[in-house]
């Protein structure tokens, strides 16, 4: 998914989805929407700590702010950055997940429809597309961890992965940090959030110690 066909590397062209915005919609017939930080930009369903579903309502200031700041943690360069879009759009994750790369010039890769816990297809995505950045919930990071352990080949493929955000559950420190042993170069960051506070307000570097 990218702005421009000029984005993407010739050999991934055939399997680009290019959203040409000025060609769907020329500026001229666009039309005249005030928006304001404060709007509401979406609604997630969630039960919270109460037990009882609700919908948190997000406005475009606080997306905004993650994305903003998401870029100046992550040190996130402009035009390299390729993210598996590894959640299913009913969890708010997938929103940074899309709109990350797209702010900063990147890629987002969407893995084949049903395939998102397909830890084998998720590896093998990752190294067809060079993937650099993803995000798991922890009880599934910790599959995937025991899926590449020892596994040469597999450690292999991640090899272009970067940066991992891990959260929503307790973490295995164990799991997160045998990974880290296997894979030097990546980053692990421990994240946590409520819905209601747009996708999540803390990170958290996971360091050998």
Known sequence: LCASVGDVPAELRDQAVVVDVDRI????????????????VYGYFTS?????????????????NRLIYMRRYFGTPDGEEVVLQNSSHTFDSSLWQ?????????????????EF????HTVETIAEYGVTAADFVSSVFNSLAAIVDGDEEALGKLSTLRRLIVGSEPL???AVHHMMAQLPHLRITNGYGPTEATIGMVFHPVSPE
């Not at 919609?25 to 509401?40: E, Q």
């Not at 816990?117 to 084998?120: A, E, P, R």
């Open 25 to 40: 919609t020329p500026a001229a017939r666009r039309p005249a929407v005030p928006l304001d930080p404060g709007d509401v």
């Open 48 to 64: 919270g700590t109460t037990g009882t579903p609700k919908c948190a309502m997000n406005r475009h200031g606080g997306l905004t």
């Open 98 to 114: 899309l709109f990350l790369p797209l702010i900063t010039g990147g890629h987002s890769v969407l893995p084949v429809q049903g």
């Open 117 to 120: 816990l397909n830890l084998q």
């Open 172 to 174: 295995n420190p164990g």
